[in-house]
C-alpha cells in the first residue's frame, strides 16, 4: 500500500510517503502536484467539509480529545469567508452580523490552502484523500499523553523520537538538509510524516462511524 501525508507551509506543500518499508519526501507548489503520483490512500492536514457557520462535530471532539491543548485545533472554517471576503476584518464583521463565531487570524490565513484543497477534492471526489490531524496521531503514538507545545524544544524532540520508533530513519537528514532552502519547517516536515501515518494505517477517526457531509458531499471526519 503507497500511503500519503501531507501538510502545507508557505510555499506549498510537504508529502511524505510511506510504501512497505519505504519512506520519501518532497516538496511541491500546489494540491495537484503533490497528489500527482499514484496512491491508495492520502492524508492532508487541512479541513475538508465545511458547514455554512463553521461548526463541524468532528472539531469539537477533536479539541476534546487534545485536552488541556484544545487550541491545537482551529475552529471555524466557511468558504463564504474566502470567497466574499479579502480582509478578515470585513469577514469577521460579516460573521458578527449573521450571528456567528469571527475567524482567527491562524485559520484566515491558511484560507488560500483549505480553498485549493477544497476545489481539488470536489473534483476528485472519487480519491481516497482524508483529512487528519497530526496532533492527534502524535497523541497515539504517545500512548495518549498530551505532548509539550511542538515549537517547544522537548516537543520538538518528542515527537522526532516517536516518528522514529514508526520507522523514519531517515528523519534527521530530512530536517537538516533536505528541507533547508524549500521554506518548510521542522514541524511542517514532522506534521506531515504523522499525517502519512494515519493515512497508512488510521488509528481511528472522530466522528466514528459513516461520517456527516458538507453540502457538496465531502465528510467531515478526522482521521488519526
Known amino acids: 500500500m503507497r500511503a500519503v501525508g501531507l501538510d502545507g507551509f508557505s510555499k506549498g506543500w510537504v508529502t511524505v510517503s510511506i510504501d512497505g518499508d519505504r519512506r520519501t519526501i518532497s516538496f511541491h507548489t500546489d494540491i495537484a502536484e503533490a497528489l500527482a503520483r499514484p496512491f491508495d490512500r492520502a492524508g492532508i492536514d487541512i479541513p475538508i467539509g465545511m458547514t455554512e457557520d463553521g ?3 468532528c472539531d469539537l471532539l477533536a479539541r476534546a480529545s487534545l485536552r488541556p491543548h484544545t487550541s491545537r485545533v482551529f475552529t471555524g472554517a466557511r468558504r463564504w469567508l474566502w470567497q466574499e471576503f479579502r480582509d478578515p476584518d470585513r469577514a469577521n464583521a460579516e460573521a458578527e452580523r449573521r450571528g456567528q463565531t469571527k475567524v482567527s487570524r491562524q485559520l484566515w490565513h491558511l484560507g488560500n490552502k483549505i480553498m485549493e484543497v477544497d476545489a481539488f ?18 497523541l497515539r503514538l504517545n500512548g495518549g499523553k498530551p505532548l509539550p507545545r511542538k515549537k517547544s524544544e522537548e516537543g520538538d524532540a518528542l515527537r522526532c523520537k516517536l516518528l522514529r520508533r514508526a520507522g523514519f530513519r531517515e528523519l534527521d537528514r530530512w530536517l537538516t538538509e533536505t528541507r533547508i532552502g524549500r521554506g518548510a519547517k521542522r514541524d511542517d516536515v514532522l506534521d506531515a510524516c ?25 465528510p467531515m471526519q478526522i482521521w488519526y
Open 55 to 57: 461548526r463541524r462535530d
Open 121 to 138: 477534492l470536489r473534483a476528485e471526489a472519487t480519491r481516497d484523500i482524508r483529512e487528519v490531524h497530526p496532533e492527534l496521531v502524535f
Open 194 to 218: 504523522a499525517v502519512a501515518i494515519a493515512a497508512r494505517e488510521p488509528g481511528g477517526c472522530v466522528p466514528e462511524g459513516a461520517p456527516p457531509m458538507d453540502a457538496h458531499g465531502l
